[in-house]
Protein backbone atom coordinates (compact mmCIF):
# COMPACT_ATOMS: atom_id res chain seq x y z
CA UNK A 1 0.00 0.00 0.00
CA UNK A 2 3.15 2.10 0.84
CA UNK A 3 4.22 1.67 -2.68
CA UNK A 4 0.91 2.33 -4.33
CA UNK A 5 0.51 5.72 -2.22
CA UNK A 6 4.25 6.78 -4.30
CA UNK A 7 2.79 5.92 -7.44
CA UNK A 8 -0.73 8.22 -6.75
CA UNK A 9 -0.15 10.86 -8.61
CA UNK A 10 1.93 9.49 -11.68
CA UNK A 11 -1.43 7.95 -13.48
CA UNK A 12 1.02 4.92 -13.02
CA UNK A 13 -0.41 1.27 -12.29
CA UNK A 14 2.71 -0.53 -11.47
CA UNK A 15 6.71 0.33 -11.38
CA UNK A 16 9.97 -1.11 -11.71
CA UNK A 17 13.28 -0.47 -10.67
CA UNK A 18 16.58 -2.24 -10.52
CA UNK A 19 19.64 -2.00 -8.57
CA UNK A 20 22.72 -4.07 -7.63
CA UNK A 21 21.06 -5.53 -4.29
CA UNK A 22 23.21 -8.60 -3.28
CA UNK A 23 27.17 -9.55 -3.18
CA UNK A 24 27.74 -12.98 -4.07
CA UNK A 25 30.80 -15.23 -4.27
CA UNK A 26 31.04 -18.14 -6.12
CA UNK A 27 33.81 -20.92 -5.59
CA UNK A 28 34.37 -24.20 -6.92
CA UNK A 29 37.15 -26.17 -9.94
CA UNK A 30 36.90 -26.81 -13.28
CA UNK A 31 38.65 -29.65 -15.07
CA UNK A 32 39.46 -30.10 -18.78
CA UNK A 33 41.39 -32.97 -20.33
CA UNK A 34 41.90 -32.98 -24.01
CA UNK A 35 43.56 -35.98 -26.08
CA UNK A 36 43.71 -36.00 -30.14
CA UNK A 37 44.60 -39.83 -31.64
CA UNK A 38 45.92 -40.07 -35.38
CA UNK A 39 44.94 -43.48 -36.38
CA UNK A 40 46.11 -43.32 -40.02
CA UNK A 41 43.54 -44.47 -42.84
CA UNK A 42 41.02 -45.21 -40.06
CA UNK A 43 41.39 -41.08 -39.51
CA UNK A 44 41.40 -39.04 -36.22
CA UNK A 45 40.20 -39.03 -32.89
CA UNK A 46 39.38 -37.00 -29.92
CA UNK A 47 38.53 -36.86 -26.72
CA UNK A 48 37.41 -34.72 -24.16
CA UNK A 49 36.19 -34.45 -20.61
CA UNK A 50 34.91 -31.94 -18.59
CA UNK A 51 33.95 -31.49 -14.55
CA UNK A 52 33.11 -28.27 -12.71
CA UNK A 53 31.70 -28.00 -9.79
CA UNK A 54 30.20 -24.49 -7.99
CA UNK A 55 29.01 -23.29 -5.14
CA UNK A 56 27.46 -20.09 -4.86
CA UNK A 57 26.47 -17.95 -1.47
CA UNK A 58 25.17 -14.67 -1.19
CA UNK A 59 26.57 -12.51 1.44
CA UNK A 60 25.35 -9.58 1.31
CA UNK A 61 21.58 -8.28 0.70
CA UNK A 62 21.45 -4.53 0.78
CA UNK A 63 18.72 -2.54 2.92
CA UNK A 64 15.82 -1.00 1.34
CA UNK A 65 16.79 2.76 -0.43
CA UNK A 66 15.19 5.09 2.25
CA UNK A 67 12.05 6.68 -0.10
CA UNK A 68 11.09 2.02 0.14
CA UNK A 69 12.14 2.11 3.46
CA UNK A 70 9.44 4.93 4.96
CA UNK A 71 6.76 3.50 3.52
CA UNK A 72 7.31 0.17 5.19
CA UNK A 73 9.45 -2.02 2.63
CA UNK A 74 11.50 -4.38 4.33
CA UNK A 75 14.30 -6.10 3.05
CA UNK A 76 12.67 -9.14 2.72
CA UNK A 77 9.92 -7.71 0.20
CA UNK A 78 13.23 -7.02 -2.16
CA UNK A 79 14.95 -9.66 -1.80
CA UNK A 80 12.69 -12.15 -0.60
CA UNK A 81 14.24 -15.80 0.96
CA UNK A 82 12.66 -17.76 -2.50
CA UNK A 83 14.75 -15.37 -4.40
CA UNK A 84 17.60 -16.23 -2.21
CA UNK A 85 17.44 -19.98 -2.65
CA UNK A 86 17.07 -19.67 -6.52
CA UNK A 87 20.26 -17.96 -7.00
CA UNK A 88 21.92 -20.27 -4.02
CA UNK A 89 20.50 -23.29 -5.32
CA UNK A 90 18.90 -22.99 -8.66
CA UNK A 91 21.01 -23.91 -10.66
CA UNK A 92 23.23 -27.09 -10.76
CA UNK A 93 26.00 -27.51 -8.26
CA UNK A 94 28.08 -30.14 -11.06
CA UNK A 95 28.44 -31.06 -14.28
CA UNK A 96 30.80 -33.96 -16.36
CA UNK A 97 30.52 -33.74 -19.73
CA UNK A 98 32.39 -36.48 -21.93
CA UNK A 99 33.03 -36.35 -25.78
CA UNK A 100 34.37 -38.25 -28.25
CA UNK A 101 34.63 -37.11 -32.25
CA UNK A 102 35.87 -38.72 -35.07
CA UNK A 103 36.86 -37.27 -38.38
CA UNK A 104 38.07 -38.91 -41.43
CA UNK A 105 36.97 -36.54 -44.58
CA UNK A 106 34.23 -36.47 -45.84
CA UNK A 107 32.73 -37.81 -42.43
CA UNK A 108 32.56 -36.97 -39.04
CA UNK A 109 30.69 -38.26 -35.81
CA UNK A 110 30.73 -36.72 -32.24
CA UNK A 111 28.71 -38.07 -29.79
CA UNK A 112 28.72 -36.35 -26.11
CA UNK A 113 27.50 -37.81 -22.35
CA UNK A 114 26.33 -34.97 -20.16
CA UNK A 115 25.41 -35.79 -16.38
CA UNK A 116 23.72 -32.20 -14.91
CA UNK A 117 23.95 -32.22 -11.24
CA UNK A 118 21.17 -31.75 -8.51
CA UNK A 119 19.54 -28.43 -8.38
CA UNK A 120 16.70 -27.04 -6.25
CA UNK A 121 13.19 -25.59 -7.27
CA UNK A 122 12.18 -22.72 -4.64
CA UNK A 123 8.52 -21.71 -4.20
CA UNK A 124 6.80 -19.63 -1.80
CA UNK A 125 5.09 -22.73 -0.35
CA UNK A 126 7.33 -24.70 1.66
CA UNK A 127 5.75 -27.88 1.01
CA UNK A 128 6.29 -26.81 -3.02
CA UNK A 129 10.07 -26.45 -2.13
CA UNK A 130 12.08 -29.75 -4.23
CA UNK A 131 15.15 -31.01 -4.73
CA UNK A 132 15.48 -32.29 -8.65
CA UNK A 133 17.73 -35.39 -9.10
CA UNK A 134 20.89 -35.39 -11.48
CA UNK A 135 20.09 -36.30 -14.72
CA UNK A 136 22.45 -38.27 -17.82
CA UNK A 137 21.67 -36.78 -21.47
CA UNK A 138 22.82 -38.04 -24.56
CA UNK A 139 23.70 -36.24 -27.35
CA UNK A 140 25.05 -37.96 -31.39
CA UNK A 141 25.63 -35.80 -34.55
CA UNK A 142 26.56 -37.40 -37.88
CA UNK A 143 27.99 -34.48 -40.47
CA UNK A 144 29.30 -35.60 -44.43
CA UNK A 145 31.28 -32.30 -46.01
CA UNK A 146 30.54 -32.33 -49.44
CA UNK A 147 33.70 -29.80 -51.13
CA UNK A 148 34.57 -26.50 -48.98
CA UNK A 149 31.35 -25.14 -48.84
CA UNK A 150 28.91 -27.99 -48.67
CA UNK A 151 27.76 -29.96 -45.46
CA UNK A 152 25.20 -31.80 -44.16
CA UNK A 153 24.27 -32.62 -40.93
CA UNK A 154 21.50 -35.26 -38.76
CA UNK A 155 21.71 -36.14 -34.98
CA UNK A 156 19.79 -36.64 -31.98
CA UNK A 157 19.64 -34.13 -29.11
CA UNK A 158 18.66 -36.09 -25.54
CA UNK A 159 18.62 -39.72 -27.25
CA UNK A 160 16.84 -41.29 -24.93
CA UNK A 161 14.16 -39.16 -24.23
CA UNK A 162 15.09 -38.37 -21.01
CA UNK A 163 12.82 -35.83 -18.97
CA UNK A 164 13.03 -34.67 -15.43
CA UNK A 165 11.29 -35.69 -13.02
CA UNK A 166 7.43 -34.09 -12.56
CA UNK A 167 7.37 -31.06 -10.36
CA UNK A 168 5.48 -31.06 -6.96
CA UNK A 169 4.04 -27.95 -7.66
CA UNK A 170 2.08 -29.15 -10.34
CA UNK A 171 0.96 -32.36 -8.46
CA UNK A 172 -0.23 -29.45 -5.64
CA UNK A 173 -2.00 -27.27 -8.54
CA UNK A 174 -3.36 -29.90 -11.29
CA UNK A 175 -5.13 -27.30 -12.94
CA UNK A 176 -3.88 -25.84 -16.53
CA UNK A 177 -4.26 -22.22 -15.06
CA UNK A 178 -2.19 -23.06 -12.51
CA UNK A 179 0.96 -24.92 -13.58
CA UNK A 180 1.32 -24.98 -17.60
CA UNK A 181 4.07 -27.09 -17.78
CA UNK A 182 4.55 -30.83 -15.11
CA UNK A 183 8.33 -29.67 -15.31
CA UNK A 184 10.33 -27.60 -12.87
CA UNK A 185 11.53 -24.75 -15.11
CA UNK A 186 14.76 -25.14 -13.54
CA UNK A 187 15.74 -28.42 -15.08
CA UNK A 188 19.25 -27.73 -16.70
CA UNK A 189 18.34 -29.90 -19.92
CA UNK A 190 14.92 -27.95 -20.24
CA UNK A 191 11.26 -30.28 -21.15
CA UNK A 192 11.62 -31.06 -24.50
CA UNK A 193 12.64 -34.62 -24.36
CA UNK A 194 14.59 -35.99 -27.36
CA UNK A 195 15.26 -33.41 -30.14
CA UNK A 196 16.13 -34.78 -33.61
CA UNK A 197 17.53 -32.72 -36.46
CA UNK A 198 18.55 -32.29 -40.24
CA UNK A 199 20.20 -29.55 -41.66
CA UNK A 200 22.25 -28.44 -44.77
CA UNK A 201 25.29 -25.65 -44.43
CA UNK A 202 26.38 -23.74 -46.96
CA UNK A 203 29.36 -21.17 -46.91
CA UNK A 204 29.44 -18.34 -49.50
Sequence with gaps: SGVADLLANTNATSARFFMNGIDTRTRGVDVVLSYDM???????????AGFNY????????INPPAVLAAVGVEQDNLFATNELFRIEKGAPDSKFIAQIGWYSHPLELRFSLIRYGKTFDPSTESDAIERTPHEWVTNLEANVNIGKRISISAGAN?????????????????????????????????????FLFFKIAVKI
Design 158 to 194: NIFDVYPQVSRKSLMHPTFNDVVFPYSSHSPFGFSGR
Design 54 to 61: NDTDVTDI
Design 38 to 48: DMGDLGSLNLN
